[in-house]
């Protein structure tokens, strides 16, 4: 019932134990910044010392931000190339001795907000997307998650999507809510052209000031914000890990 929660992100890696049947955060939440070269020594170091904060020796759902197959990530866009290839679920068991799920960050967002959030006994097609310093997306259909979409890979005007419009590129750019919320536009609409959600969950980084942008972006399908916040990595891997081991 007890899963310590762990969101691998492009600034920070956060942890907190979570009672996978409430959702709720046991303690609370802790943080410790990305390492700069954040390869895997580096990386399940800060995990380590994570697990010793909260003197953890249970299970554990880890976020990270690429494709992950049967533990093993596959891609690195935002986080030390050295990681393709290596299996991530057996590299932190060996180094902490606790069984490890490891999941794409995005569908670990989206099942959180499926089952405890903005998507919340949705029937339909939905669609979470985190802008943060990638484009991150999870499409379910009637509750079940296809893994590991990259929708943040679409090409929109030569570019691929997630080198326009993420969160990232909102604050480097300087783009004002207006000119960013327009390339979001783009990409939602693109988004709806192939696979007519019937909801879109607006998450990551900038879900925290969707008063500032929510009411530009416009698509058939309803769009909402996401509900739990910076939390919603932690949780559903949390949640997943769950699933995983039975707890
Ligand atoms: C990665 C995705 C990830 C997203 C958000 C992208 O660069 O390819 O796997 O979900 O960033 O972190």
Not at 7 to 27: F, R, W
Not at 47 to 75: M, N, R, S, Y
Not at 123 to 144: E, P, Y
Request: proline share 3%.
């Amino acid at each position: 019932m007890k899963i310590l929660g762990i969101d691998i992100g492009g600034s920070g890696i956060k942890g907190a134990p979570v009672n996978i049947k409430t959702a709720e955060l046991i303690e609370e939440r802790h943080r410790i910044a990305t390492p700069e070269v954040s390869t895997p020594d580096a990386v399940v170091e800060v995990i380590q010392e994570l697990i010793q904060h909260f003197d953890w020796d249970g299970p554990i759902g880890c976020t990270f931000p690429a494709v992950i197959k049967q533990g093993i990530v596959k891609t690195a866009a935002n986080i030390d190339n050295s990681w393709i290839g290596i299996n991530g679920e057996e590299l932190i068991h060996a180094e902490t001795g606790c069984k490890t799920l490891l999941i794409n960050d995005a569908d670990a967002a989206g099942i959180a907000e499926m089952e405890f959030g903005a998507g919340k006994n949705n029937k339909g097609v939905v669609i979470m997307h985190t802008f943060g310093t990638g484009i991150g997306s999870a499409i379910f259909v009637n509750g079940q998650l296809i893994p590991n979409t990259e929708f943040g890979r679409l090409e929109i005007r030569c570019k691929e999507a997630e080198q326009r419009a993420s969160g990232r590129n909102r604050t480097d750019e300087g783009l004002k809510w207006k000119a960013w919320t327009w390339r979001v536009n783009e990409f939602l609409d693109r988004m709806e052209t192939l696979f007519w959600p019937d909801l879109f969950i607006i998450g990551g980084g900038v879900s925290r000031k969707h008063d500032q942008f929510l009411h530009l972006l416009k698509a058939k399908a309803d769009i909402v914000p996401a509900q739990m916040l910076n939390q919603a990595g932690i949780i559903g891997a949390a949640v997943a890990a769950g699933k995983k081991f039975n707890s």
